[in-house]
């Protein structure tokens, strides 16, 4: 029997070289190209991909209809999802094993199972361990039809037979395609795999969900190409060591982008969290130096995180500089931007920051509450109770406006804060009920506040 060629596949990009080598020649990645069988591809398997009517169409001409969605049940998924399921949208969620992933999955499939026909495909447990988990969880599973199969064929034969409205698949990378001879879980396979079931989705009006794995860095596993042929990309974020999990998506056809869905893991399945600001607040009994209360914001939500600092003497020639939940060089800029344009050094002293909860801010709308944390901190002087901030700071020591301020600052009232530092255009032209707003328009303003 002649031996199976064999080519180096990129697990990043799925680009190929006839030999091994330490860098992709495609994508210039190192170390991604991986020994795989090289396909003979069949011209048959992507015919249905064809659109019905090739011919031109002017843009005016098309009807703008708006999509319609269908609400999951469980609010904080449908707000990531950008108000519910599009049929013939295809999702891609992806986590750490055991954040929950099958479990929101069992949850929203049990809440939609009564108006609509639901399938769930598991290529990881048998139909008996899933029974157990809905028992466990008491859940009605009784709308949720299973099917334990691993084979691309058998499951693209079940849908287009019994067309269900939603189709789990768990997962994307155990599935297999008789039309390739590599293993599952392989770049071909599941690129492979994906482009089948999104063709079905499509053709049928198929809601299809499906789960993926992450690698270590905490990256979807598989080629790129995997989150470029999906609708929508969801993360499903969590420490181990806590209750809570974050959803956030990172890509939506049908709606908004980073937005977040916040849920606490019971005894009985994933919970919706309906305060998500106190999880990222800590308890004090009395206010405490390097502890600063800011307002970021999370898609269209408005969330209330503390940001913690401590400034400690340095006893090594390099001071160290870490930050958790924040971006780093940021911090090296922002201390930069203290120094000179408010007087105050920190290049003797170690400097820590810290977002509570594991929350991770993005925005630049933080800057300025990092300066306050670590000014407290440095004169170990507590701000004002019921204080917030926010602002972005820039190189020449100005304080600039942030997107939706109004929004930020009637989230901090209804949670009962007292006074906001904010820029001076952000400053709001009717007062807040019980908000005092103090305006800044530069570094050095808000600090003489601060000492005030």
């Known amino acids: 029997m002649a031996k199976a060629k064999t080519v180096y596949t990129c697990t990043e990009c799925g680009g190929q070289a006839p030999k091994w080598q330490g860098q992709c020649p495609a994508c210039n990645a190192w170390n991604t190209l991986v020994e795989t069988i090289a396909e003979t591809s069949s011209a048959s398997r992507f015919a249905a991909l064809a659109p019905q009517n090739a011919g031109l169409q002017k843009l005016a001409e098309v009807d703008a209809v708006e999509v319609p969605r269908h609400p999951t049940g469980i609010a904080e998924f449908d707000r990531v999802l950008g108000g519910g399921l599009v049929s013939g949208g295809v999702v891609l969620i992806g986590g750490d094993p055991g954040i929950g992933k099958s479990t929101l999955l069992l949850q929203t499939l049990c809440h939609i199972g009564h108006q609509q026909r639901v399938v769930y495909v598991s290529g990881e447990e048998s139909a008996h361990q899933i029974a157990m988990r809905a028992k466990r969880l008491g859940l009605?599973?009784?709308?949720?039809?299973?099917?334990?199969?691993?084979n691309l064929e058998k499951i693209t034969a079940m849908l287009q037979t019994h067309k269900p409205d939603v189709a789990v698949i768990d997962s994307i990378q155990t599935l297999y395609s008789e039309a390739l001879q590599s293993a599952p879980g392989s770049v071909a396979q599941v690129r492979e795999c994906s482009a089948q079931l999104t063709r079905i989705a499509k053709q049928l009006a198929i809601t299809v969900i499906?789960?993926?794995?992450?690698t270590k860095e905490g990256a979807l596993a598989g080629p790129r190409v995997l989150e470029h042929i999906v609708d929508t990309v969801l993360?499903?974020?969590?420490?181990?060591?806590?209750?809570f999990r974050l959803v956030r998506a990172f890509k939506n056809r049908f709606g908004a982008i980073n937005e977040l869905g916040v849920f606490a893991m019971t005894e009985k399945g994933l919970r919706e969290v309906s305060n998500p600001s106190a999880l990222f607040l800590s308890q004090h009994a009395e206010q405490v130096a390097g502890s600063c209360i800011t307002v970021t914001q999370e898609g269209t939500?408005?969330?209330?995180?503390?940001?913690?600092a401590l400034v400690d003497e340095a006893h090594a020639p390099n001071p160290r500089r870490l930050c958790v939940g924040l971006e780093q060089n940021r911090l090296a800029m922002l201390l930069a931007v203290l120094h000179r344009h408010a007087g105050v050094a920190c290049y003797d002293q170690d400097v820590f920051i810290n977002a509570v909860g594991g929350v991770r801010i993005?925005?630049?709308?933080?800057?300025?509450?990092?300066?306050m944390a670590i000014v407290s901190s440095l004169k170990n002087k507590p701000l004002q109770e019921k204080l917030i901030v926010f602002g972005e700071v820039g190189l020449a020591g100005e304080v600039r406006p942030v997107q939706r301020g109004q929004e930020r600052l009637k989230e901090a009232a209804k949670l009962g804060f007292t006074k906001a530092i904010v820029p001076k255009a952000n400053k709001p032209k009717q007062a807040i009920s019980g908000l005092e707003v103090v305006a800044v328009e530069r570094v050095d303003q808000a600090m003489a506040v601060l000492r005030g």
């Open 362 to 371: 993005a925005e630049p709308a933080a800057d300025l509450a990092v300066l």
């Open 301 to 308: 939500r408005p969330l209330l995180v503390e940001v913690q």
């Open 210 to 214: 499906l789960v993926g794995h992450v």
């Open 235 to 243: 993360y499903f974020e969590g420490d181990p060591n806590s209750s």
């Open 140 to 150: 009605d599973a009784s709308p949720v039809e299973l099917l334990a199969e691993i």
